[in-house]
């Protein structure tokens, strides 16, 4: 039984390249808030300072996930890292909502006890915090990153400083020309509520794959009636299981049939239909034949001499 394994070396290497670079930029700028941090005395910058870098961790993992999923299969690890990557996917995940909830807690305290707010130190580091996190969303949102959970982890935690830098350029006008500094808790808990919203449904998706389960968009029944309507010599198809390893659909089935004409094109018709209709294209395919009754008895003679026809 023939399989095809695509690793698409090229696309890891963009996305190795490109973690490394929001790395580089996230860590550079959270070096830079800390020194802003230190000359102004602003306590809320050295604080936005430990989130640039818990993101430039989350950066660092990610990248070294990618770099350690592409250990070829062994003899322990059939599969080889590939599972890596959506296990820091979810450790990704998880420090999101640990941050927000933090940010939130940080947002209430402040709000019930405001504290002065340096306006222009505090402008001048969200302009220069939001360049660089446009620059580094940038880079990991262009490419697969729709496809590679590992890497859309790595942009959400950006996406988050991104949002938060354009909430305290916000607050900073605000403060500047009212002086009302509740504006910046208030809208540090608005941005957090839209990071814990994507964190939520990225701890949701790894987690399914962690515990082996069907990608979300695959239907499984519909997917055996559609097998049975293509190919007419299918009778049944039971004991399916679908999972994802990496971003890898694998899957196994029993496949009850007519007993075949030609054993290896009709099991070839099926994985074709499979990578063809659903883009599995690692599939194990266990064919069991049983007496034939009825009509369709002469199903194959019947396709056979079609083919034998069409050849001619």
């Not at 006890?113 to 580094?136: E, F, K, R, Y």
Request: aromatic share 6%; hydrophobic share 50%; with cysteine.
């Amino acid at each position: 039984m023939a399989h095809t394994h695509s690793h698409a070396p090229s696309s890891q290497d963009q996305n190795a390249k490109r973690l490394m670079l929001a790395f580089g930029i996230t860590a550079s700028f959270m070096v830079i808030e800390v020194i802003g941090g230190l000359i102004s005395g602003s306590l809320a910058l050295l604080a936005d300072a430990g989130h640039m870098l818990t993101d430039a961790a989350a950066l660092l993992f990610a990248l070294l996930a990618v770099i350690f999923s592409r250990k070829p299969p062994s003899g322990g690890r059939t599969f080889g890292w590939l599972r890596l990557t959506t296990l820091a996917a979810f450790v990704n995940a998880i420090a999101l909502v640990v941050i927000t909830v933090i940010i939130v807690w940080e947002a209430i305290q402040r709000f019930l006890q405001p504290q002065p707010v340096a306006g222009v130190t505090m402008m001048v580091v969200a302009v220069a915090g939001l360049i660089a996190n446009i620059a580094a969303f940038w880079i990991l949102h262009r490419g697969s990153e729709e496809k590679n959970l590992n890497v859309r982890a790595a942009a959400l935690h950006v996406l988050g400083d991104l949002l938060g830098s354009v909430g305290a350029i916000i607050a900073a006008l605000v403060i500047l020309w009212t002086g009302w500094t509740p504006v910046d808790p208030i809208l540090s808990v608005l941005v957090s509520c839209l990071v814990l919203r994507s964190a939520w449904r990225l701890l949701k998706e790894s987690v399914n794959e962690l515990l082996e389960g069907a990608p979300s968009s695959l239907d499984i029944a519909a997917l055996k009636r559609n097998l049975n309507r293509s190919i007419p010599e299918v009778r049944d198809v039971h004991h399916v299981h679908v999972w994802m390893v990496g971003e890898k659909p694998v899957m196994t089935l029993h496949v009850q049939v007519i007993p075949p004409h030609d054993h290896d094109a009709l099991l070839g018709r099926i994985q074709h239909f499979l990578e063809d209709q659903y883009a599995i294209s690692h599939v194990t395919i266990q064919m069991e034949y049983t007496p034939c009754q009825g009509p369709d008895c002469h199903l194959n003679e019947a396709q056979a001499g079609h083919a034998h026809h069409h050849h001619h």
